[in-house]
């Protein structure tokens, strides 16, 4: 068929669901450049014209079928991107029908995203109905087939775009394949140039700084790093932080590794990192399981969702009758606790998602679900004003804690197992002995208690409350130890480090604080949000602090200074972000019905010498700038603070110590 005949190359048929892959394959399509000697060859056209997707073409319509049925009869082919979303979709559907239909000769390309084709599984299945079989005008002897789908997940944006590009033209893939990488590897071989003209240029500016005495080819290389980093995190120019990493490399082949950790920060930028783990509902928790190979995900959609750590695969899917707000591990990883509002909690075998017991008794929704230590309890809080103690091995029900007038909207063990501390909208939290004797209650707070939890030590008790405060109280008596004042909006969350030594608080605010344990002393301020703060968390060692917030970002600092070390990017609301218990990835759970894998960059260690005495004009020309770099020279000789400059290699401080 001539392409004049229609005004459509293609027509993108995804579900709403999959909205982010539908505008990034059009994307690809409408920028993708046939390469030279193919379209030579072949008389083809530079691009592949124009492609329809009905969130840029329908905008302004006012009859929606009229303009889809429109647009579906003036392309030439059919581009369905599948996914059990879009197995299902009705509307995908009703719009593979009608092609194929209207002109049965017309292409339809597959194009996999997530789930398998021809699985007959209703969990993974990504081909819809009318994608299996052959049409027939009349209606009759249709029969199934297997067309041959694109996997994005293997091809990749390149070859996909290469092997859709060879399709829509009918001609060899293999030749479009080869000279797209041939075009590839010159523009590199051009890029490599460039960068080797950078490295030249930073090359001489560290032969000037080693001149002036200042070692300065180290704090150089450390410069290319964190030039790459603001390029990330403060400007978003992945290509400009590309660029400073790459000649980094190629200046240190040492450094490699450090380098690398920056590209994998610009690969997850550009969206280049493991599929999100999808629901079909808002995403409220995310978590690792202990020994790290497997990601835990709650959601709005009645499901918690088991999936493999390291390649985004989905595991299990466990089921409720209603939204899923929390589901956590038990410490030694072999259960799985979930908690939901159709009333009940239920017990998991984690190693295959059966369910090992219902835990059913409350009279209302179950809001949160905890192991004991040991793995042989559950503790379940309820907005019908009570907590309840199970049996984590049969389901039975051990206690009732009776004694709160609200909801109660969190429950927690002691690290010993022996106690319950519960927070309630009753504006108190309360500890319990685990056979459901009231011990005392903690009075004080002027609004709902959101949230309490013992600490790693069993000394002390956190509670963080909707009257701007979060307190900490003894846990052997319920004294009030502090009150930890300076939030200007609700306490969202408050927990403590693994050492017992330290509190984040997160706040409606957009921020979040660290606090001194042992009498509150303000130490840190996490300023960057831009939204409220909705969790924070320390990571399995202390050393970092990750955040989420309703800007659609979770950061991760350093819990020693409140050094921001990353910014995630890339969802809408995020709920909560949880670490790995290596530390090295951070999972976000997120409102856009998804949560994320990320993998932090390695945190460069600064020294400070003990003759300094961690000064304050030390530590204050340290957090002056992300760039900062302290490099200590000779036992007797002093130490330099340098800062790199978009313009050069500019001296910020030289401190002089003598022992």
Excluded at 142 to 148: D, G, K
Aim: with cysteine; proline share 3%.
């Amino acid at each position: 068929m001539a392409n004049g005949e229609k005004r459509y190359r293609a027509f993108i048929s995804y579900s709403w669901q999959d909205k982010a892959w539908g505008k990034r394959i059009h994307a690809w399509l409408e920028t993708y450049r046939v390469p030279a000697g193919a379209q030579d060859a072949a008389q083809l056209p530079r691009s592949l014209g124009r492609i329809f997707r009905d969130d840029d073409d329908m905008a302004a319509a006012s009859d929606i079928g009229e303009i889809v049925r429109d647009a579906l009869d003036n392309s030439e082919s059919l581009i369905v991107v599948c996914s059990p979303r879009s197995a299902e979709s009705k509307w995908i559907e009703a719009e593979v029908l009608h092609f194929r239909r209207t002109e049965p000769g017309r292409k339809v390309f597959a194009v996999i995203i997530d789930g398998e084709p021809n699985s007959g599984d209703p969990e993974t299945e990504c081909f819809p109905p009318s994608l299996r079989a052959v049409h027939h005008a009349d209606g009759r002897g249709e029969m199934p087939i297997e067309p041959v789908g694109l996997d994005v997940r293997r091809d990749g944006r390149a070859r996909t775009c290469a092997r859709l590009t060879a399709g829509l033209f009918d001609v060899d893939f293999d030749d479009i394949w080869q000279r797209d990488r041939r075009r590839t590897e010159k523009r590199q071989r051009i890029a490599v140039g460039a960068f080797a003209a950078l490295s030249i240029v930073f090359a001489c500016l560290a032969t000037l700084a080693t001149y002036f005495g200042l070692h300065a080819r180290s704090t150089l290389l450390r410069f290319h790093v964190v030039r790459a980093e603001e390029q990330l995190n403060r400007e978003g120019n992945v290509i400009l932080a590309a660029k400073y990493a790459l000649a980094g490399m190629r200046l240190s082949p040492r450094n490699t590794r450090e380098y690398r950790s920056v590209l994998g920060m610009v690969m997850q930028q550009a969206g280049e990192s493991l599929p999100p783990l999808a629901h079909d509902g808002q995403v409220w928790t995310a978590t690792f399981s202990p020994d790290g190979a497997r990601v835990l995900t709650a959601s709005y959609d009645g499901t918690a969702r088991l999936w493999d750590a390291s390649r985004g695969t989905l595991l299990a899917t466990l089921h409720h009758d209603d939204a899923v707000l929390n589901a956590r591990f038990s410490a030694d990883g072999t259960r799985i606790v979930t908690a939901s509002f159709d009333g009940s909690a239920k017990v998991w075998d984690a190693a295959n998602g059966r369910l090992s017991a219902t835990l059913r008794g409350h009279d209302g929704q179950v809001l949160s679900a905890r192991f004991s230590p040991d793995g042989l309890r559950v503790v379940t809080a309820s907005n019908d004003h009570t907590a309840k103690v199970w049996s984590a091995e049969d389901g039975r029900l051990i206690a009732t804690l009776e004694d709160h007038d609200a909801e109660v909207l969190s429950a927690a063990f002691s690290a010993d197992g022996r106690r319950i501390v519960t927070a309630s909208v009753d504006q108190t939290a309360k500890v319990w002995a685990v056979d459901g004797r009231l011990l005392f209650s903690l009075r004080g707070h002027d609004l709902e208690v959101v949230g309490a939890e013992f600490s790693p030590n069993g000394r002390l008790i956190v509670t963080a409350g909707g009257d701007m405060t979060a307190r900490l109280w003894s846990a052997s008596r319920g004294r009030l130890v502090a009150t930890l004042r300076g939030h200007e909006g609700e306490v969202l969350s408050a927990r403590f480090s693994p050492d017992s030594s330290s509190v984040v608080t997160a706040s409606s605010d957009g921020t979040a604080r660290i606090w001194r344990a042992r009498d509150g002393w303000r130490a840190d301020v996490l300023r960057g949000h831009r939204d409220q703060v909705s969790s924070a968390a320390f990571s399995t060692d202390g050393s970092r602090i990750a955040t989420a917030s309703n800007d659609g970002t979770a950061r991760v600092w350093n819990a020693a200074d409140g050094r921001l070390v990353a910014t995630l990017s890339g969802h809408v609301v995020v709920r909560d972000a949880a670490f790995s218990p290596d530390g090295h990835q951070v999972v976000t759970a997120s409102w856009d019905n998804t949560a994320k894998i990320w993998q932090l960059p390695e945190e460069r260690a600064i020294e400070i010498s003990e003759s300094l005495g961690g000064s304050p004009a030390l530590r204050s020309a340290i957090r002056a700038g992300a760039q900062s770099l302290l490099v200590r020279m000779d036992a007797h000789d002093c130490w330099t603070l340098a800062n790199g400059a978009s313009s050069g290699l500019s001296v910020m401080a030289r401190l002089a110590s003598q022992r």
